[in-house]
């Protein structure tokens, strides 16, 4: 098990840019899956199965995006320090959301075909969610 801290969150103006990390503690860092998934502050009650995902970062290295983000969002994370973080650009009132950091066992536990985006629910660790408010 490990523990997730985001961090970063905020109020930023469309086209603007904001950088979200997330401390890990606890379990083996590198072996996990980690993803980046958000939730309208609507939805939150809806719990876990409806978070979307943004982007992850799998133990091999392999990095996917959401169709939505995909030239604007960067994931990446820092196996000294234990923090993942994801980088956004060109930010939209439809980027508004809770974003949460979240650990699941790597991509080989689940098959070839795993989507890590689609399964949030295959993530059992997940931090308390960091606030991103886009105006226009």
């Known amino acids: 098990q490990v523990q997730l801290v985001e961090s970063g ?14 401390a890990a503690s606890g379990g083996t860092y590198s072996s996990y899956c980690l993803a980046w998934f958000r939730q309208a502050p609507e939805n939150e009650r809806e719990g876990v199965a409806k978070r979307e995902g943004v982007a992850s970062l799998d133990t091999d290295g392999k990095i ?3 169709h939505s983000v995909e030239g604007r969002f960067t994931i990446s994370k820092d196996n000294a320090k234990k923090t993942l973080n994801l980088q956004r650009t060109s930010l939209s009132a439809s980027d508004t959301a809770i974003y949460y950091c979240a650990a699941a066992p790597p991509s080989r536990s689940f098959g ?6 689609i399964r949030p629910r295959d993530f059992g ?12």
């Open 112 to 117: 070839p075909s795993w989507n890590p985006l």
């Open 125 to 136: 660790d997940w931090g308390q969610g960091t606030q991103v408010t886009v105006s226009s």
């Open 9 to 22: 969150g905020g109020s930023v103006q469309s086209g603007g840019s904001l950088r979200l990390s997330c």
């Open 64 to 66: 996917t995006y959401a």
